[in-house]
């Protein structure tokens, strides 16, 4: 069965920088691409970027870009999500979730990891 | 940008029938997915392209969306659906995956 496992909570300091990986098993990693999404303490999902696992395109939220980067390592089947410039607005729970290799309608988030928490503090 | 409207919150009773509203501008004219969100637990696809249930998910769960409106009902709802629940679609003038704000359902 499809499964997403997701790296340890990480604490960061205002400034720094973090990765989050989702190592991924049970299916084709390359068929597939990966959506990040992100949730603060009490609050909604929120979107930050697409990467397809096919040919590595990637596609950020607005509010992310030039402070966020997404990859993939097809040898060990594994996506990973930098964010960068952190600030306490960033402490939330990471998600991946698994999509199709391509961008549009009906594209559904079909697989959730278990999410990573990021706290920012001082 | 796109946005899409839930209500914060929908109480039912055990048995009765759930409702919940995503609201957005033609939103009919886009496919719309949803997610269940139990507390403590990751989010997980229980109706995607406007009316089709994964494998795995209960029949109880359907979907529909018109106009300006999708809507998730659970019928014959359960104390363990209690959950938020997320709408989701695609903007293409952003190209971006927009959440609507979520809906909390209590089953009491």
């Known amino acids: 069965q499809v499964q997403l496992v997701q790296s340890g909570a990480e604490l960061k300091k205002p400034g720094a920088s973090v990765t989050v990986s989702c190592k991924a098993s049970g299916y084709t990693f390359t068929n597939y691409g990966f959506c990040w999404v992100r949730q603060a303490p009490g609050q909604g999902l929120e979107w930050m970027g697409w990467i397809s696992a096919y040919n590595g395109d990637t596609n950020y939220a607005r509010k992310f870009q030039g402070r966020i980067s997404m990859y993939t390592d097809t040898s060990t089947n594994t996506a990973y999500m930098d964010l960068g410039s952190l600030n306490f607005e960033d402490t939330a729970l990471y998600y991946c979730?698994?999509?199709?290799?391509?961008?549009?309608?009906?594209?559904?988030?079909?697989?959730w990891g278990q999410g990573t928490l990021v706290t920012v503090s001082s | 940008s796109y946005e899409l409207t839930q209500p914060p919150s929908l109480s039912v009773s055990p048995g009765q029938t759930a409702s919940i509203t995503c609201s957005g501008d033609?939103?009919?004219?886009?496919?719309v997915c949803w997610y269940q969100q139990r507390s403590g637990q990751s989010p997980v696809l229980i109706i995607y392209?406007?009316?089709k249930r994964p494998s795995g998910i209960a029949e109880r769960f359907s979907g529909s969306n018109s106009g300006n409106t999708a809507t998730l009902t659970i019928s014959g709802t359960q104390t363990l659906d209690e959950a938020d629940y997320y709408c989701?679609?695609?903007?293409?003038?952003?190209?971006?995956?927009?959440f609507g704000g979520g809906t909390e359902l209590t089953v009491l």
């Open positions: 989701q679609t695609w903007d293409s003038s952003s190209n971006s995956w927009v």
């Open positions: 979730s698994r999509t199709a290799r391509g961008q549009g309608s009906g594209y559904a988030l079909d697989s």
């Open positions: 392209q406007d009316s």
């Open positions: 033609k939103l009919g004219n886009r496919f």
